[in-house]
């Protein structure tokens, strides 16, 4: 449910916040202390529900950074296309208010798999962005769960997103209220929500 804590679980493992408890373990090390700095070093990424933007700076030159080097026009049309952007329309736009927020979110995922990260942590990746878009997020984090290249973390209330998943773990209230596989845990959630949404007739 909103409000249920899953935005701030996602800023903990980011490191954005900080806990007042517990320790964040990633591959059994205890990165807990470790700043947002040391763990993109680490390999762990961030996608914002709604993606900054930076007015001059390109989007060959933003996928430039997250390679950390350059990068040609061929590997950016590369990772571009992966979520449904023609190279040769966005390599040389700028960050600003000229791109819709659908085609930030992705222009941003696509700077996350560019990174190849161990853990890629998406906030929400659907909220604002229409349904071309949406549909090419679905396919981007389908393909991304086959290829098996590093695990997803993805806040989301949306069944399509959450059939994409291994594992579905429910935040409500600040607490971890169910986990398990997506075949356990979604026809639960579906259940709730069809009892939440039919009027019954006395």
């Known amino acids: 449910p909103n409000g249920g804590g899953k935005s701030t679980l996602a800023r903990l493992a980011m490191g954005i916040i900080q806990p007042s408890s517990g320790r964040i373990l990633l591959d059994g090390k205890d990165i807990t202390a470790l700043d947002i700095t040391e763990r993109a070093k680490l390999g762990v990424g961030y996608a914002f529900q709604a993606p900054p933007r930076f007015k001059g700076l390109t989007v060959k030159r933003l996928l430039a950074i997250a390679a950390d080097g350059e990068i040609n026009d061929a590997e950016c049309c590369k990772y571009l296309s992966r979520v449904g952007l023609c190279a040769a329309d966005y390599l040389n736009r700028t960050l600003d208010a000229t791109l819709s927020g659908g085609e930030l979110k992705r222009i941003e995922v696509a700077s996350l798999l560019i990174r ?46 959450m059939q ?21 845990i979604l026809p639960k959630l ?10 019954v007739k006395n």
């Open 164 to 184: 994409t998943a291994d594992r579905i773990a429910v935040v409500a209230d600040g607490v971890l209220t169910d986990i398990g596989t997506t075949e356990q």
């Open 190 to 199: 579906t259940d709730i929500f069809r009892k939440g949404c039919i009027k």
């Open 116 to 161: 190849s990260l161990r853990v890629a942590i998406y906030d929400e990746p659907e909220a604002g962005i229409d349904i071309w878009s949406f549909n090419m997020l679905v396919n981007a984090f389908s393909s991304l769960g086959r290829e098996k290249s590093g695990s997803l973390m993805i806040i989301s209330h949306q069944e399509r997103v």
